[in-house]
């Protein structure tokens, strides 16, 4: 109970969190509805992905697929190819499996209770909670990592578990008069004052009840234990002047699942020569090297005319882009 108490005098100490946000907050389109359907893709679009690359895809994105039924009605190829650029394309085969199932379990309408929503496919208890907080005035938080170094540097508990940090997020908008613009402020705070590196202290309405302000020298930065481990890869590029590029279909699993890519050969090592273009991923860096062919995979597959109408990864688009402007042989 002690605990509780003291969230609470924290939050009646920070009020002026919620003015600032109010004041400062930057004007995003998804700030300006609390349309589910809005709210879950904008929700998707910004996991690991910034916001200055998410605003010119989003308003596309409603263009494409105007509602839930439309998107779940098409392919999936459909889907890839509009998320085409963002990365991380499990999001966007989720997001197909979700509306399906929005249409095929509630009759199109997107769920209003917490669990339904967390039950969708893709979709985690901050992604939920969000939802549920900005369209049906839910009680529930949100802990994105933003929200995570706030409250870590608000408590002064570099090392707090997830476990930890729910609860203190779930104390922290108990204690609020608002809890959608509570989560939102949380989250844009993060993103422009309490950032990763260089915080402004300074500049924080809620600096006086932070117990790390002005000494973040203090609350260090877990170091990430991700392995970054090293692939290479021969990508055949069979190349026709009339009939385009030779194509074919990531497997349903797997690095760049679903997507359309030149044939692609594992090396068990690197050759001796510089790749064509070295592409990051989350856990994986990608040595491409190109082959030039001019006649097709023995393979299944399809030549391709014009590639703006498949899904390409970034890290293909990039050393095609590559090839055209320095070829680059591979033996």
């Not at 100490?13 to 998804?30: C, I, M």
């Not at 998410?54 to 308003?59: D, E, F, G, T, W």
């Not at 924080?204 to 290479?232: E, G, M």
Request: a positive charge; aromatic letters at 8%; charged letters at 20%.
């Amino acid at each position: 109970m002690a605990v509780l108490s003291s969230a609470r005098d924290r939050i009646k100490r920070s009020k002026p969190l919620l003015d600032w946000y109010q004041n400062a907050a930057r004007l995003l389109p998804w700030r300006d509805t609390n349309d589910p359907y809005r709210i879950w893709i904008s929700e998707i679009m910004l996991q690991q992905t910034q916001v200055k690359t998410v605003l010119p895809r989003y308003q596309t994105w409603f263009a494409t697929f105007p509602d839930i039924a439309t998107l779940a009605a098409v392919p999936l190829d459909d889907v890839l190819k509009a998320w085409e650029g963002l990365g991380y394309y499990r999001r966007a085969r989720f997001i197909h499996q979700a509306a399906q199932h929005i249409v095929n379990r509630h009759d199109g309408a997107f769920p209003q209770n917490f669990d339904a929503i967390l039950a969708l496919p893709g979709i985690g208890r901050s992604t939920a909670g969000a939802i549920a907080a900005f369209c049906f005035a839910a009680h529930t938080p949100v802990l994105d990592g933003n929200v995570k170094r706030v409250l870590r540097r608000w408590h002064e508990k570099p090392q707090a578990t997830e476990r930890e940090l729910w609860t203190l997020a779930q104390q922290a908008l108990d204690a609020s008069a608002c809890p959608a613009n509570w989560n939102q402020a949380m989250m844009e705070l993060g993103a422009t004052l309490c950032r990763t590196k260089n915080p402004d202290c300074a500049g924080c309405p809620v600096s006086n009840a932070c117990d790390s302000a002005f000494k973040l020298d203090v609350v260090k930065q877990i170091k990430s234990n991700i392995r970054i481990r090293d692939v290479y890869w021969q990508v055949h590029l069979h190349l026709d002047a009339e009939k385009g590029i030779w194509l074919i279909q990531r497997p349903d699993s797997g690095i760049w699942a679903g997507l359309w890519t030149p044939p692609i050969t594992e090396l068990a090592a690197a050759p001796g020569q510089k790749p064509c273009h070295i592409h990051l991923l989350t856990h994986r860096r990608l040595h491409l090297y190109a082959k030039v062919s001019d006649v097709p995979s023995n393979g299944s597959g399809q030549w391709v005319a014009d590639i703006s109408e498949f899904a390409l990864p970034t890290g293909i688009h990039r050393l095609l882009e590559k090839q055209q402007v320095r070829p680059c042989q591979a033996n």
